[in-house]
Nanobody, 125 residues
């Protein structure tokens, strides 16, 4: 059974940093794309960062230069390092994975098969 468990969310002041972690179990990485999504209150879920099997990454314009997606295969863990946080980054953050990954307009897009339960990030002024 595939499981994704996020952690690392919390409350931080504007300009601060957080690192989210997502431990994956129940499957092998090979061929899977991985991504972080977020959903703010009253808004649709949006892709934040994507990591494809060859190691390439892409980011939403709103987080470019501030967020970094990475993985540690030995620990079966996906990370999202978030720097220079602003109140606009407040949302529930979800990790996701799947085989359906596409490339368009310079970015990767994952259609997830598996989701984590989410971790809340709150950024105050």
């Amino acid at each position: 059974q595939v499981q994704l468990v996020e952690s690392g969310g919390g409350s931080v002041q504007s300009g601060g940093s957080l690192r989210l972690s997502c431990v994956l179990s129940g499957y092998t990485y090979s061929g899977y794309c991985m991504a972080w999504f977020r959903q703010a209150p009253g808004k649709e879920r949006e892709g934040v960062a994507t990591l494809v099997p060859n190691g390439s990454t892409s980011y939403a314009d709103s987080v470019k230069g501030r967020f970094t997606i990475s993985q540690d295969n030995a620990k079966n863990t996906l990370y999202l390092q978030m720097n220079s946080l602003s109140p606009e980054d407040t949302a529930m953050y979800y990790c996701a994975t799947g085989l359906h990954c596409s490339y368009s307009g310079g970015a990767y897009y994952l259609r997830p098969t598996y989701w984590g339960q989410g971790t809340q990030v709150t950024v105050s002024e």
